[in-house]
């Protein structure tokens, strides 16, 4: 199993290249079940849930082919097959964003329940409903949710809270549904705007993506398209925070700092300085750490996949700080491995309060989940000696190369 050793501490400098957001391919890549014509994507992160994604396609009849940082999904016809089995559904719940073009498109899918997984229970509840209004009648069966309708029809639907993926698979089913869908609540995260904008491209009619209320006037079928994946604003802000906290001087290129707003004024706040560049965002620190708070909540505030960086980072930080998780319930789990790095950290619910600063001592930890991966890989950076982060097979499914991108900022990161 593939381990991550970290020689610290370390002071990251320089530029690396944002990749293009995974969380924007994998409803990208869902919408290839909507047209029988070819989809060409471009800067696809090269990382493992995108993989994953691609095997679940062509099990759909979607053949898919990735060069370098281009896939192009070809529609092959087989539209007899609509089941996303529990093989693929484990290992990664975004498999889920099939159900609403499935269904759009072939009239019937079957797709095996998520279930819980490390960071909270994570229902589909709100997805379901939503494709309920549009006509389709849902079953739960054998760990299945099965889904058919003729024909979905344009309706009102109001989500009980925003979700990203429940906002995508809507927007996604309502294209081809008869007449026009309202859906109100809406998640307004950059990915959604990003997949309103493919899918528009491919000939369907969305208004008002980004914001509460969508509007969706659905087609009669939709085209094939080119398209660019947004920069993945989290991997951005992983590295941004990696300069604050190792007093460095680090720039993204091709990151959008309107993306990452919530986070950019907290490091501002905490004493880091950040521009927003013609083309990527720098950040850099020389004074003091300050602590800060923040509450993780929807788009557009502070994002909880930055959460656990950012718990990283309020180790170094002069001061208690208080940090609120309110998206999910159980996304505390590297604070343990913290504290055996000499973080000083009291959990309380869905509170922490970091006491800071604690001088970090390199140690063995292990990564639980794909951001709290990276939260122990940037305390290793801090760290004084050897810190060994196991599982990061976590880290692979969401960032493409990590130790490559910290290597080329003067870290010293071993894969083993
Ligand atoms: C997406 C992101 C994930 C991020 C999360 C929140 C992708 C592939 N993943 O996940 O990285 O952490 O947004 O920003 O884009 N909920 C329900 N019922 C539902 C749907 C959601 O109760 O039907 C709850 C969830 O349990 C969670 C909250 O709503 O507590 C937000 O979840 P959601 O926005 O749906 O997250 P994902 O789309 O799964």
């Known amino acids: 199993m593939n381990q991550f050793h970290i020689e610290g501490p370390n002071r990251v400098t320089g530029t690396i290249e944002a990749g ?27 990382v493992r849930d995108i993989r994953t994604m691609a095997r679940l396609l062509t099990h759909l009849g979607v053949d898919n082919e990735a060069d370098d940082e281009v896939v192009r999904l070809c529609p092959t016809g087989a539209e007899d097959l609509d089941d996303a089995p529990y093989e693929l559904v484990k290992e990664m719940r975004a498999s889920v964003l099939v159900l609403g073009p499935l269904l759009a ?6 797709v095996s329940l ?19 209004a549009l006509g389709a009648e849902v079953a739960l069966e054998h760990g299945y949710v099965t889904a058919q309708a003729r024909q979905l029809t344009g309706a009102r639907y109001r989500f ?16 081809l549904a008869r007449g026009t869908t309202r859906l109100e609540n809406c998640a307004r995260e950059p990915e959604i705007v990003d997949l309103a904008e493919l899918l528009n491209a491919m000939g369907a009619r969305i208004k008002g993506a980004g ?17 660019t994946i947004i920069p993945d604003r989290i991997e951005a802000g992983t590295y941004l925070v990696a300069a604050a906290m190792t007093s460095g001087d680090v720039t993204v290129a091709g990151s959008r700092a309107a993306d990452l707003a919530p986070l950019l004024e907290k490091l501002a706040e905490a004493g880091c300085r950040f521009e927003q560049l013609e083309d990527g965002i720098h950040l850099s620190r ?22 656990a960086q950012y718990m990283a980072l309020m180790t170094q930080a002069e001061g208690v700080s208080t940090i609120c998780e309110t998206v999910f319930e159980n996304r505390f789990q590297h604070v343990p491995e913290l504290g055996r790095m000499g973080a000083k950290i009291e959990i309380d619910g869905s509170y922490a309060r970091v006491y800071g600063p604690s001088p970090l001592s390199g140690a063995k930890v292990m990564a639980t989940d794909l951001r ?10 801090a760290a004084d000696g050897q810190t060994v982060v196991d599982r990061i097979y976590h880290l692979d499914r969401g960032y493409e190369r990590m130790e490559q991108k910290l290597t080329t900022l003067g870290a010293r990161v071993e894969r083993v």
């Not at 998520?114 to 309920?132: F, K, M, N, S, Y």
């Open 20 to 46: 293009g957001a995974k969380n924007a391919t994998l409803p990208a890549m869902a919408a290839s079940l909507l047209t029988d014509e070819p989809l060409e994507l471009r800067r696809v992160p090269r």
């Open 105 to 110: 498109r072939r009239g019937r899918a079957r």
């Open 114 to 132: 998520p279930g819980g997984c490390a960071i909270g229970v994570r229902p589909i509840d709100q997805h379901l409903a939503g494709l309920e």
């Open 160 to 175: 009980g809270m925003p979700t990203v993926g429940g906002t995508e698979n809507l927007i996604m089913a309502a294209t």
């Open 211 to 227: 914001q509460e209320t969508v509007e969706i006037e659905g087609v009669e079928t939709l085209s094939g398209t080119a398209h």
């Open 286 to 307: 020389d004074g003091e750490l300050r602590a800060r708070d923040i509450v993780t909540a929807p788009h557009p505030g502070f994002p909880t996949d930055l959460q």
């Open 372 to 381: 709290a991966s990276a939260c122990l890989v940037l305390a290793g950076l």
